[in-house]
């Protein structure tokens, strides 16, 4: 049985601890929270055991065998590292860190410790993300990556109001690049690579971070295209273009339904179903590379979620958004 732990109560953490229930041999046996109220609160709800209000004293522990790290983005390498150190696995949520800086340093952290160190982007590890890879040569050669996922965030309505919620604050290293972007970059870098160029642009907020933004990504013989916003909706689905056909991806965050249309007309439906508690896929991923004492995803691997942040690091340079995280 592999023992883990997670720290953030937030509803992320919820989906998580559902799709662990998914996974044989997968147990979530203790919680952290900076209070023992909320702690004990999270815990009863879920049926977990142990709570900690101490992450050095939950590092130690042999409660757990890993963690699941959910909290803030500026916090992610902090205590990725110390759990990494104490040689516990980690899975952390995206974005991996706020820069590659600290994405390097919680690699170095995982290989010199013999843990698995991985990145929590569950969307590269549904049925549907494998089935385009399994088809993409079908549409020919691929000349564009289009990806859209624009969705207005109720927390936005707050900022509005003058109350600044913690998805807005370029302290905690969000904004919408962070938050939302990294679903249309991650799954390009994983199918592409890293590209040649990248181009910026975004709005920014009186907070200091982008509220919207679209990136042109340039290769050697295809573009990318990426849109991202919380601050309005769109409607659109996400697109590979080939010279054959392209492949068509309603809402890139969660891969509902992917079919090709092919340059005669033709279409192919390619979806695949897959559980409604979908980071079930995620949590299996990182248990496996546990059970078969392996060490890094050869899906989401520490190369593809480096190259991500390094890509989002120039974005957000182009765009005008500095964390303190930056500066250290």
């Known amino acids: 049985m592999i023992n883990i732990g997670v720290i953030g109560t937030n509803f992320i953490t919820e989906w998580l601890i559902a799709g662990a229930r998914e996974v044989e041999g997968v147990n979530i046996s203790a919680v952290y929270s900076r209070t023992e109220e909320k702690a004990k609160e999270f815990a009863n709800k879920f049926d977990i055991k142990n709570i900690f209000t101490d992450l050095e004293e939950m590092a130690k522990s042999d409660l757990i065998d890993a963690v699941y790290i959910a909290s803030p983005n500026s916090m992610h390498a902090k205590q990725a590292i110390l759990f990494l150190k104490h040689k516990k696995h980690v899975l952390g949520e995206k974005a991996f860190a706020s820069n590659t800086k600290e994405v390097d340093e919680m690699i170095k952290a995982a290989k010199e410790n013999d843990v698995v160190l991985m990145e929590a982007m569950k969307t590269t590890l549904l049925p549907n993300f494998r089935v385009i890879k399994d088809n993409l040569h079908k549409i020919g050669k691929v000349r564009k990556y289009f990806a859209s996922y624009c969705q207005y965030s109720s927390r936005y309505d707050k900022y509005k109001a003058g109350e600044v919620l913690n998805a807005f604050k370029k302290e905690l290293s969000n904004g919408a690049i962070m938050d939302i972007g990294v679903y249309c970059i991650s799954p390009m870098v994983n199918l592409f690579g890293k590209p040649n160029t990248v181009k910026a642009n975004g709005i920014m907020l009186k907070?200091?971070?982008?509220?919207?933004?679209?990136?042109?990504?340039?290769?050697?013989?295809?573009?990318?295209?990426?849109?991202?916003?919380?601050?309005?909706?769109?409607?659109?689905?996400?697109?590979?273009?080939?010279?054959?056909?392209?492949?068509?991806?309603?809402?890139?965050?969660?891969?509902?339904?992917?079919?090709?249309?092919?340059?005669?007309?033709?279409?192919?439906?390619?979806?695949?179903?897959?559980?409604?508690?979908?980071?079930?896929?995620?949590?299996?991923?990182?248990?496996?590379?546990?059970?078969?004492?392996?060490?890094?995803?050869?899906?989401?691997?520490?190369?593809?979620?480096?190259?991500?942040?390094?890509?989002?690091?120039?974005?957000?340079?182009?765009?005008?958004?500095?964390?303190?995280?930056?500066?250290?």
Not at 209 to 226: Q, R
Not at 249 to 261: D, L, R, S, Y
Not at 291 to 299: A, C
């Open 207 to 328: 907070t200091g971070v982008d509220g919207e933004g679209s990136i042109v990504f340039g290769y050697d013989d295809m573009e990318g295209v990426v849109i991202y916003s919380k601050i309005s909706n769109s409607y659109l689905p996400s697109e590979i273009q080939g010279e054959e056909g392209s492949i068509i991806i309603n809402k890139i965050n969660t891969f509902e339904n992917v079919k090709i249309i092919y340059r005669d007309g033709r279409e192919e439906d390619l979806t695949l179903e897959h559980k409604e508690a979908n980071m079930c896929y995620e949590v299996e991923e990182f248990a496996n590379l546990i059970k078969n004492k392996e060490r890094e995803s050869k899906i989401n691997s520490l190369e593809v979620s480096r190259n991500t942040i390094e890509v989002i690091e120039e974005a957000r340079k182009q765009i005008g958004v500095v964390y303190p995280a930056d500066l250290g």
